[in-house]
C-alpha cells in the first residue's frame, strides 16, 4: 500500500464552522423553515456534521430538528471487496421518514456511490417527500449523477489524492487536509 503525506491543509476549525453556519442557512432557505425537515448523517462523519447542523438550526430557527444515523455498509456496491466480514454498525432512525425532507449529510462526496447506497438505505426506512444532500467537502470524480444540494467546499482534487476530514468528535481536530499517495 503507497504511503501518505499531507500536501495541504484547505480548512481549518473556523471553516468548517463558517461552512456548516452557511449550509444551516441554505437548508431553512430552501426549505422555508424547518417543518418535515428531518437530517440523517451517513456513518461516520456524516453524523457529526448532522448535530453540529442540527445545533445550528435550532440556534437560527429556534426549533429542533430530528437527526438520524445511517449506516450503509449493506448497501454498498463494493461489499465484497470491503472485507470477508465487514462490520456493521446501527442504523438509529428513530423518528418516521414518511412524508419528510430528509437532508443526508456526509463529509466528503466523490464517485457518488456512497450517497447512492445511502438513498437505498433511506427508501428501506420509508418513503420521504424528498432526499437532499449537504456534504462539506464536494471533490468531483462523480461516477453517477448525482450532486450535492448544500456543500461547504468545492475542491478539484486529483485521483490519486485524498481528502479527510478530521473532527474534533473523532479526531481531536477540526480540519481538511489533501493527503497524497507517494
Known sequence: ????????????????????????????????????????????????????????????????????????????????????????????????IEGKRVVLVDDVLYTGRTIRAAMDAIMDLGRPRNIQLAALIDRGHRELPIRADYVGKNVPTARRELVEVHLVEMDNADEVVIMEKT
Open 1 to 96: 500500500m503507497p504511503a501518505l503525506r499531507e500536501k495541504a491543509r484547505i480548512i481549518d476549525q473556523d471553516g468548517i464552522r463558517r461552512a456548516l453556519t452557511r449550509i444551516a442557512h441554505e437548508i431553512i432557505e430552501r426549505n422555508k423553515g424547518t417543518d418535515n425537515l428531518v437530517l440523517i448523517g451517513i456513518r461516520r462523519r456524516g453524523v457529526p456534521l448532522a448535530r453540529r447542523l442540527a445545533d445550528k438550526i435550532k440556534v437560527i430557527e429556534g426549533s429542533q430538528v430530528p437527526v438520524g444515523v445511517l449506516d450503509i455498509t449493506l448497501y454498498r456496491d463494493d461489499l465484497s471487496t470491503l472485507s470477508h466480514q465487514p462490520v456493521v454498525r446501527q442504523t438509529a432512525v428513530n423518528f418516521s
